[in-house]
């Protein structure tokens, strides 16, 4: 019995015997791999990374009213990146979360404006006024 038990023990532990053996190993991995690289690839379309999907342009966005002299234009780190400007004579800081692409067309100096109730975002420079619509 005991002898028994060691020769089946032995014949798991060794290498394949002959060529099928071999092949069947060999297609055995290739398979898998296929599988791990469809899940891979399956995981990062479902995650979709390369779309950015903004959150939609809330009341309290539309309600707002921007006006004034850009003072100051810096990115906020610890706030995970947010594109903020601070106006002359005022507080509070206003953070571009709705108008991000147009964040490089803002200088310091420049004039901003959103009325209340309005989604037209302008940005007034000297020689220039660029008329900004975000899409509801």
Known sequence: MVSEFNFAM????????NKYDI???????WVNMIW???GI???????KPWEVKLPLFNA???????????SKKYIEKHNHAAKVIELEHQDAKINLLHFMEYYNQINI???VLKNRNDSIFYI????TTFCFIYQI
């Open 23 to 29: 092949e069947n190993d060999k297609i055995f991995k």
């Open 109 to 111: 100096g420049d004039n």
């Open 124 to 127: 007034i420079k000297p020689d």
């Open 10 to 17: 032995s014949k798991n532990n060794s290498k394949p015997s």
């Open 41 to 47: 690839i399956f995981l990062i379309f479902a995650a």
């Open 36 to 38: 791990v690289l469809i």
């Open 60 to 70: 309290e966005m539309i309600n707002e009213h921007i006006s004034g002299k850009v």
